[in-house]
T-cell receptor, first 115, second 113 residues
Framework: AQTVTQSQPEMSVQEAETVTLSCTYD???????LFWYKQPPSRQMILVIR??????QNATENRFSVNFQKAAKSFSLKISDSQLGDTAMYFCAFKRYNQGGKLIFGQGTELSVKP | NAGVTQTPKFQVLKTGQSMTLQCAQD?????MSWYRQDPGMGLRLIHY???????DQGEVPNGYNVSRSTTEDFPLRLLSAAPSQTSVYFCASSETGAKNIQYFGAGTRLSVL
């Protein structure tokens, strides 16, 4: 069975600084997807970034980028130039390649961006 | 563009009562899922569906029933609510194909007294 672990329950960062959130996962699959979702106080789940395991190139979306290390089963999220609106709970998630509708989530990391 | 719509947003039940959480999507997605979110545990899959008429259990299915009679709707039923079912519930849908991105509803906060 697949598992996803986020070992940092809480983190804080100063506005405009860079922060990295950690995620590790366990799977015997070779093809899969990894995601980072953001959940602000509004409770809405918002997709931040997505990585396909067969792509070696790390995904980037504006200020958000990932460090995907397939052999180490690590998938960290880097937020550059942190903004107050980045304050949220962040979830790492795993999905097998051919298993639509089944995401496996980590426990979440609560990020606070301080002015 | 409505996306995934969940109703109600909040609900309080007494132990033993039954209720249905509604979920509808207007994106013609084949896959739909129900998750529950509890503090310190992330989101856990309750039930999911890969198309109309097809459902399967997730990680925590006990105490919940689902059906999928149409592509658009995927209701979650609690037949006899228990305090352990106090949680925030999310419905999600996703398309088939390469993208496989799940889109979430706004959630339902349920308290069982």
């Amino acid at each position: 069975a697949q598992t996803v672990t986020q070992s940092q329950p809480e983190m804080s960062v100063q506005e405009a600084e860079t922060v990295t959130l950690s995620c590790t996962y366990d799977t015997s699959e070779n093809n899969y997807y990894l995601f980072w979702y953001k959940q602000p106080p509004s409770r809405q789940m918002i997709l931040v970034i997505r990585q396909e395991a067969y792509k070696q190139q790390n995904a980037t979306e504006n200020r958000f980028s990932v460090n995907f290390q397939k052999a180490a089963k690590s998938f960290s999220l880097k937020i550059s130039d942190s903004q107050l609106g980045d304050t949220a709970m962040y979830f790492c998630a795993f999905k097998r390649y051919n298993q639509g509708g089944k995401l496996i989530f980590g426990q979440g990391t609560e990020l606070s961006v301080k002015p | 563009n409505a996306g995934v719509t969940q109703t109600p947003k909040f609900q309080v039940l007494k132990t033993g009562q039954s209720m249905t959480l509604q979920c509808a999507q207007d994106m013609n997605h084949e896959y739909m899922s129900w998750y529950r979110q509890d503090p310190g545990m992330g989101l856990r899959l309750i039930h999911y569906s890969v198309g109309a008429g097809i459902t399967d259990q997730g990680e925590v299915p006990n105490g919940y029933n689902v059906s999928r009679s149409t592509t658009e709707d995927f209701p979650l039923r609690l037949l006899s609510a228990a305090p352990s079912q106090t949680s925030v519930y999310f419905c999600a849908s996703s398309e088939t194909g390469a993208k496989n991105i799940q889109y979430f509803g706004a959630g339902t906060r349920l308290s069982v007294l």
